[in-house]
Every structure is written in C-alpha cells, then in structure tokens.
C-alpha cells in the first residue's frame, strides 16, 4: 500500500538554446499553446501502419524524400501522449503516433504505426524518415523496461538520422531515491550521452494519474495518504502545449521544469477528490517510512518556484470527477 501511495506521482538532458528547424512547414499556431514559459535551458512484428499512413509514406517514397520535419510520437494513445498527438494535428505538423496496440485508428492527419519499443519491433519502420521524436511512453507497472525501450528507441533514431528527441521526466527524480524515479533519471542520462539532439522537461504530477490512484485508494473503507507530504498537479495538456513547442524548437538540453500552480498536502487532495466523487470515506494519514519518505515529506518532487501551470486542481474536479 505504501509503495501504491509513493507511485501518486507520473507513470510520464547540454543542448543548443532553442531555434526554429530549418525549413519547417508553415503550420497554423497552437490553440493550446503556451508562451509564457520563461527561462533558457539549463544546461511485435514489423510496424503495422495504418491506412492513411501508408498511403502518405508510399507517396513520399514515390517522390525519393523523406517526410519533411515529421514528428513521432511515442506511447501515443497514453495519457500524455495522446495530448501531444492532438495539438501537433492541430498545427498542422505532420505527425505519426506509435502505440503497442494492433487496432489502430482511421485518424486523419495522424499516421498510426504498431511497434513494441520493449522488443524494438516495429520501431524503424515507425521512424524513417522522422526530424523529430516526443517521447511520451512509460510503463509504471514494469518501469524497468523503459531503460531497453529507451535503448531501441535512440538506436532507431541515429539509424534514421532523427535530429531531436523531446524527452519528458518527473520533478525529483535526482533527489528521491524511489526506483521508477531511478529509471527515469538513467533515462535522462542515456539521452544526454546519445550522441543526438535532445531536449528533456521535468513535471510534476498530472491529476488523471492522481484521479486514478486515489480511485483505487477509495476502493477501500479508510483512504490512505502520505502524511507531510503535498502535490503539485499539472494539467497534462500544458506540459503537452510545452512539449510541442519544445518539438518545433531545436535541441535545448534540460529546460526550466513546469508545475501546476499550487502545492496541495496529499490529504487534503483526497478529501477533495472525495467530495467532488461523491464518497463518504475517512483519510488517514500515514507515514512512508525511509529514504524514499523523508524525500516526499522534503518536497523534492514539487516546485513552487516553477509554478507556471494555469489549470488548478479544484478546475480538473469540477471536470472530470464531481458528480
């Protein structure tokens, strides 16, 4: 129960400053964008595509080009993912969306590909001809397969002459000592050393993966939290504003993390999210014992000073959970 209360947190590198990419596409602005974040960098079997997809690429290989600053997409159809896919449609920027799943959509503007990064199947075929990478997937229920993921995903990359690899990771993950934050920071430091352009954005938690923990938590009779601990929650569609214009910048190495715009104490999140779920349910709180708690109750996984997140916690109850 204690690690399932830790994992409250997203299961979600030098570099040049930013510039635009050489002969980017004409693309309609962001609807969703952001640009008020200030700060520079501180330092299983073949890919299946689907329909619309393979028409676009046979075209292109008709022609002898490769897609022109393409951007790829990784764990697509996952919370974040999703997001990123549905802003970079929205710009106007050709766009192709990897998932692990076999049925892929009929999308417009998207081209679906099946791949396995775990394996490595699927993925050249999904990055040829790719400028530019957002990589979005993670697995918190077998987190130690993102490093050979990550591994496949970067060699498929310089086997495609992919020029950058947008990466997202978690606030914290250099100084909590919890093993997917572990993950997550070897992760960084691969892409670092990739030899690649990169660019990697730490967030702190998004509500819907909050929504879903404190649902399991309110299967029980008393919902539990961590004591002395708080959250910051960050919508995921403005860290996927940010990671897409990140995508259409050049590689700018870690840049300046974003957070949602208040720090909550774990349990009063809970007793917020009871309310608006319509639950009568007690909050106990309780301590995580270790290392691993003396980090969360220090609050190394927030950052007030990086509170440039707009949509509040009370926006996304009244949303998606009151009833």
Known sequence: MLRSLAELTPAPAPGAPPTALRGVRTVRPLAHARRDFPGEA??????????????????????????????????????????VVARLRGAGVPVRALTRRTELPEDPGVAWFTGDLATGAGVDAAVAGVHTIVHCASDARHFRQDIPALRNLIAAARRAGVEHVVNISIVGVDRITYPYYAVKLEGERILEASGLGWSNLRATQFPELLNTALGFLARLPVVLAPSGTGFQPVDQGEVADRLVELALGGPAGRVPDLAGPQVHPATELARSWLRAAGKRRPVLAVRIPGKVGAGFRAGVHTAPDRAVGRRTWEQYLAERVAR
Request: with cysteine.
């Open 42 to 83: 501180v330092t299983s079997g073949p890919a299946v595509p689907s329909a619309w997809c393979a028409a676009e690429v046979a075209g292109d290989e008709r022609k002898g080009r490769a897609v022109e600053n393409t951007v790829l997409v990784t764990g697509a159809t996952g919370v974040l993912g999703r997001e």
